[in-house]
């Protein structure tokens, strides 16, 4: 079991927005450790998408956003597209573990 | 281009050893953390270790610490991860990862395709 926790699956119509969320505590999101998100598609090498709670690396669309508040994170994909069908993983770092740490992932399907 | 090979990865049996390679080009090596994470069968990304530019400063997961040891060489630009006491439970893929920075919470900029372990006897 992973301490920060995404939904496992979500889905939703090409053009629409989701929401991923990342739950944390107060040992690791709320201490105030950075939030980043991954893109991983089956057999491929995962993709940074957001690092610092909030910034893209050059060449991510703007339809992926990143926030944080409090203990909790969340990534926005907006104008879902057939190409974002993946899985998303949340990263930060947990002081009581001192260990870098991943969320369980979500699956996002586009409909 | 930036861009991390990893190779090493192979069938082993239980209590076994491997050491992983990772092999860096198109960046100063030496200025980033590096990282090994994994992804067994079925399951999301885990964190496996990390280790500072200087090579001074390593970090691991409590599942392999004791049996893995990460290491780097900086005049090769590569890093290392030697496996020791394999478990059926560290079969894997293994991605090599590149920190944005030279601490290890930076967020990870650039992966390997990964390299495959398989503890089976």
């Known amino acids: 079991q992973s301490v920060l926790t995404q939904p496992p699956s979500m889905s939703g119509a090409p053009g629409q927005r989701v929401t991923i969320s990342c739950t944390g505590s107060?040992?690791?999101?709320?201490?105030?450790?950075?939030v980043h998100w991954y893109q991983h598609l089956p057999g491929t090498a995962p993709k940074l998408l957001i690092y610092?709670?909030?910034n893209r690396p050059s060449g991510v669309p703007d339809r992926f956003s990143g926030s944080k508040s409090g203990t909790s994170a969340s990534l926005a994909i907006t104008g879902l597209q057939a190409e974002d069908e993946a899985d998303y993983y949340c990263?930060?770092?947990?002081?009581?573990?001192?260990?870098?740490?991943f969320g369980g992932g979500t699956k996002v399907t586009v409909l | 281009e930036v861009q991390l090979l990893e190779s090493g990865g192979g069938l082993v049996q239980p209590g076994g050893s491997l050491r992983l390679s990772c092999a860096a080009s198109?960046?100063?090596?030496?200025?980033?953390?590096m990282n090994w994470v994994r992804q067994a069968p079925g399951k999301g990304l885990e964190w496996v270790s990390a280790?500072?530019?200087?090579?001074?400063?390593?970090y691991y997961v409590d599942s392999v610490k004791g049996r893995f040891t990460i290491s780097r060489d900086n005049s090769h630009n590569t890093v290392y991860l030697q496996m020791n006491s394999l478990r059926a439970e560290d079969t894997a893929v293994y991605y090599c990862a590149k920190d944005r920075g030279g601490g290890v919470n930076d967020g990870m900029d650039v992966w390997g395709q990964g390299t495959t372990v398989t503890v089976s006897s």
């Open positions: 610092g709670n909030n």
């Open positions: 990263q930060s770092y947990d002081s009581s573990l001192s260990d870098v740490v």
């Open positions: 107060s040992s690791n999101i709320g201490t105030g450790y950075d």
């Open positions: 198109g960046f100063t090596f030496s200025n980033y953390a």
């Open positions: 280790i500072r530019g200087s090579g001074v400063s390593t």
